[in-house]
């Protein structure tokens, strides 16, 4: 069993809060994002599917357009339990996130250190968090980073860190300055000294093999976490050794203040 596996268990069994098939989703909505940050030579898409429970929302980014019509019609006044089989893995990511928000939100007393954002243009906040991230690593100047979801901010303060990196994303393509961008990671994996992945790789169904070569191979894993921001902390010490969670709403939404709240394996949750 997979400690993903083990998690929902706990969840359908209500280990971790109350019965998930007494919590309705309020509201079910997608954010759909095009990005060229001014000075930048690219661009990129973005869509994200997010549930409203309570006072939280659980999201899971998908490629744009694959999310089926039907799928906020299935999940609007659906219980969380019956979401949880959802045949849609998107949909089963953001009702298992809306869960573990609304029972176990980024706060102190769960482990989180809330890290500010400042306000100021897309890619000046794009830059803070990259900086947030990437504090989060502990490794020599000259080491290599796999970065599973290619994002050039990130990319570039790994560089100002003295840090090599291998970008990684299943389309593929070439990174702002050229690079070429490889489509497999754990292929990526053995000649890299530690792990910088995108909480979408939850939904996508390629977390699993990541966190397995980090367990085996005893490296680093940080997860920067838009989708599952509030599951990925509880991978901490399972082979997962930090998280930079930023729940909805993202950076990228406004130009106003923001947070993000980063754990680690010393001091997450379990």
């Given amino acids: 069993m997979t400690p993903y596996t083990a998690l929902l268990d706990r969840v359908r069994a209500g280990a971790l ?11 079910a909505f997608t954010t759909r994002q095009a990005v060229r940050h001014d000075g930048r030579g690219t661009g ?13 929302v659980g ?28 045949p849609l893995e998107p949909v089963r990511v953001a009702a298992l996130d809306a869960y573990l928000m609304h029972t176990a939100p980024h706060t102190p007393a769960n ?31 000259g080491a290599t ?18 840090l090599g990196h291998v970008p990684c994303d299943l389309k593929g393509g070439t990174t702002e300055w050229g690079e070429p961008v490889v489509r497999d990671a754990l292929g990526a994996a053995d000649g890299c000294d530690a792990l910088l992945v995108s909480g979408m790789t ?8 990541l966190r397995e070569h980090a367990v085996r191979h005893g490296k680093q ?5 838009q989708t599952g921001s509030a599951v ?37 949750r379990r």
Avoid: Q
């Fill in 145 to 162: 980073v796999l970065v599973v979801g290619v994002v050039n901010s990130l990319l570039e303060e790994l560089g100002s860190c003295g």
């Fill in 44 to 56: 990129y898409r973005n869509e994200v599917l997010s549930l409203r429970l309570a006072g939280a």
């Fill in 59 to 86: 999201s899971c980014a998908v490629e744009p357009g694959a999310l089926p019509e039907h799928a906020l019609d299935d999940c609007v006044g659906a219980d969380v339990a019956g979401l949880l089989d959802h």
């Fill in 232 to 268: 990925l902390p509880h991978f901490l010490g399972h082979g997962v050794s930090a998280v930079c969670a930023e729940p909805y709403p993202f950076f990228w939404l406004d130009g106003g203040p923001g947070v993000v709240h980063r754990y680690r394996a010393t001091g997450g």
């Fill in 221 to 225: 894993l940080v997860m920067f976490a």
């Fill in 17 to 27: 809060g109350p019965d998930p098939a007494a919590l309705r989703i309020a509201v």
């Fill in 202 to 209: 939850l939904g996508n169904g390629t977390f699993e093999p």
């Fill in 111 to 141: 482990g989180a250190e809330s890290v500010p954002l400042p306000s100021g243009t897309s890619l000046e906040k794009s830059r803070a968090r990259a900086r947030a991230v990437v504090e989060l690593l502990d490794l020599p100047a």
